[in-house]
């Protein structure tokens, strides 16, 4: 069986639970939003779209590097072609279903699992302290989420003295995979370890954090954008980059599907009740549209990429199939 028919079911399974939350989560106010956005310039709304591609092409170089650094060389238009596909699965939870990227090295290239999959664990971690960076420089200007931000910077922190700590990590893992049931995975988690603290010492996680807090102000800045695209709404630039960073890491750290319904209360919350002071509705228009052009572009793209990607597999594998 090949990779992208393994990977079908829980793809679709996945796509399908994340809808199914979001639209119970905000059906009351998807049956009034064409009412209420008569008012809203769509120009924003397309400029948060190319901002959310200058986030993605900024992540690709970072993706390239670590790809480089781990002595994987594969042709670049297939290192974008998976990396594109790993956006599809964005919905998952901590998107760590991005680690579909790693089972379609494999397919396209064989390259092992275990030499890709630290890369994607990497891209995961420097995203969490670009945004509590991009969240601090938002919090010390308006005083909001500290409490989350010093939770969240501790729990970061926490990971980083596991990457720099090799024998309490290894004996983590041998803890873990005690279990006969388990005992298998030992081995590859410890070479995943071996190429995570490769990718995670600091000049190297200096390099991408760099990388990812642009790419991640991108889309802050998008969301700043359609909250002042509404008729008599204002959120100053550093207070959305504030609120969105802030809110994309609740609920990374929430482990839902995509953050869905943590992300989107948080959202609402902090423009109604923070400093923002927003309508409740034009709040909820706001998060939703911005859920739009970031969470749910970013899935449509991915799933282009991941049906060319499926092709690629399936043609290389009728081309060295025996005859």
Known sequence: MSVGARLRPWIWLAIALVIGVA???????????????????????????????????????????????????????????????????????????????SYLLRGLHDVPVTRSAPVVVAERLSDLIALLLLTVAGAAAYGIATTFVVGAACLIGAGLVLLAWPWATSALIDLVTGPRLVRRFRRALHEMYSGLALLCRPRSL??????ATPAWACECVGFALIVNAFAGAHVELG??????????????????????????????????????????????????????ATLWFAVALGLGFLVLARRRIRTRGAATAPR
């Open 23 to 101: 639209a119970i989560a905000m059906f009351g106010d998807v049956r009034q939003l064409t009412a209420r956005l008569g008012g809203f310039s769509w120009g924003a709304f397309a400029a948060a779209l190319g901002l959310a591609l200058a986030n993605y092409a900024v992540r690709f170089v970072r993706w390239q590097i670590y790809l480089r650094r781990t002595g994987v060389v594969v042709p670049r238009g297939s290192s974008l072609i998976v990396f594109g596909a790993g956006l599809s699965l964005s919905i998952t939870p901590a998107k760590m279903g991005e680690l579909v990227k």
């Open 206 to 211: 200096a390099v991408a954090t760099a990388l």
């Open 239 to 292: 207070l959305a980059v504030a609120i969105y960073a802030s809110t994309t890491i609740a609920g990374a750290l929430s482990f839902l599907p995509g953050g869905l319904g943590v992300t989107e209360g948080a959202m609402t919350m902090l423009l109604v009740h923070g400093t923002a002071r927003l309508d409740r509705s034009v709040a909820l228009d706001a998060t939703l549209l911005t859920r739009l």
